[in-house]
């Protein structure tokens, strides 16, 4: 099974960067879609952005764009989310997944239903 760990999260204060990376356990993600979502205290999952990692094709929500940018490198099995001008409404666990044909949830138009343990964001004003 896919499995997937993030790392890369931090503190930062507003303004500064960062950079997450989601290895994945084998290359079978290679013709799937992969995706950052991350959940503050108190709201929902969100998506953030996802990326099909054989076409190229990427979808960001709204709040991140311009900002935040999914790219891969399939040599390594990993995924990657850099993350500029951090806005303290950015804080959040950040999670990567992975396409699943049976997954529980949508975004984007696809199922996501391989999720890595997520690493923490933390951006203060």
């Known amino acids: 099974e896919l499995q997937l760990v993030e790392s890369g999260g931090g503190s930062v204060q507003a303004g500064g960067s960062l950079r997450l990376s989601c290895a994945a356990s084998t290359n079978t993600y290679r013709s799937n879609w992969l995706g950052w979502f991350r959940q503050a205290p108190g709201k929902e999952r969100e998506g953030v952005a996802t990326m099909h990692t054989a076409g190229g094709s990427t979808v960001y929500a709204d709040s991140v764009k311009g900002r935040f940018t999914i790219s891969a490198d399939n040599d390594k099995n990993t995924v990657y989310l850099q993350m500029n001008s951090l806005k303290p409404e950015d804080t959040a666990m950040y999670y990567c997944?992975?396409?699943?044909?049976?997954?529980?949830?949508?975004?984007?138009?696809?199922?996501?239903?391989?999720w890595g343990q997520g690493t923490q964001v933390t951006v203060s004003s």
């Open positions: 997944a992975a396409e699943a044909a049976d997954g529980n949830t949508w975004y984007a138009g696809c199922r996501f239903g391989y």
